[in-house]
């Protein structure tokens, strides 16, 4: 049985998907971009300011679903400019710092809303 998740602590979607579906004791976190769920708009500044945001905002939805960082399993990272890697993974490193999950990056041409970061995430239980 699939179950939707959704918290006002977290972006509300921009097109017709969830924040998270939970089966089976696997919880899947859409693509999350760097949106400050109070306002809706990007938070300004750059890569790290963007990656910060996108990891409060998946902590957010893994807590109303019941799930912890260390429950994640896999992220998929997507990057306006890979030469914002190593930023990014400065940020990304500090939030997982017990158990880091197998992850891609992967460059990509365009995001939703001019976003530099999008990241998406698998967590078990």
Same mark, same amino acid.
């Given at each position: ?53 996108? @990891? ?22 997507? @990057? ?30 365009? @995001?939703?809303?001019?976003? @530099? ?9």
């Amino acid at each position: 049985m699939n179950k939707t998740i959704h918290t006002f602590k977290a972006p509300q979607t921009i097109g017709p998907y969830s924040q998270a579906v939970e089966v089976n004791g696997m919880l899947f976190v859409s693509g999350q971009l760097g949106v400050d769920p109070e306002t809706g708009k990007i938070v300004p500044g750059g890569i790290r300011e963007q990656t910060q945001q996108v @990891l409060r905002n998946i902590e957010n939805i893994l807590m109303s679903a019941g799930y912890t960082r260390n429950e994640v399993v896999k992220t998929t990272v997507y @990057l306006k400019n890979m030469d914002d890697f190593k930023e990014m993974n400065e940020v990304y490193a500090s939030f997982y710092e017990e158990k880091h999950p197998a992850r891609a990056a992967i460059e990509v041409v365009r @995001l939703p809303m001019g976003a @530099l970061v999008e990241i998406e995430t698998i967590a078990v239980r």
